[in-house]
């Protein structure tokens, strides 16, 4: 059985909500860059920072907070 995500330690509610944070910017920054009044390579590399740490950050969270791992009997 799963564990809610209500139920994880501190660190690995904040790290994905940080990650989850990062996408939505990243993807807000990425639909309105032609509205932005900026180089668009600045908000080209900002986007993917944000988007490539996102991705980091929620994979790391995956593979450390061990979700659905068997109980011991």
Same mark, same amino acid.
């Given at each position: ?7 994880? +330690?501190?660190?690995? @509610?904040?790290? @994905? ?9 990243? *993807?807000?920054?990425? &639909? ?8 668009? +390579?600045?908000? +080209?590399?900002?986007?993917? =920072?944000? *988007?490539? =740490?996102?991705?980091?950050? &929620? *994979? =790391?969270?995956? @593979? @450390? ?9």
């Amino acid at each position: 059985m799963c564990i809610p995500n209500r139920e994880l +330690d501190p660190k690995a @509610r904040r790290n @994905r909500t940080i990650g989850s944070m990062a996408l939505v910017i990243g *993807l807000l920054l990425w &639909n309105f860059r032609s509205i932005i009044p900026a180089n668009k +390579d600045l908000i +080209d590399g900002v986007c993917g =920072f944000l *988007l490539g =740490f996102s991705i980091t950050i &929620n *994979l =790391f969270g995956l @593979r @450390r907070a061990r979700r659905c791992r068997e109980e011991a009997v």
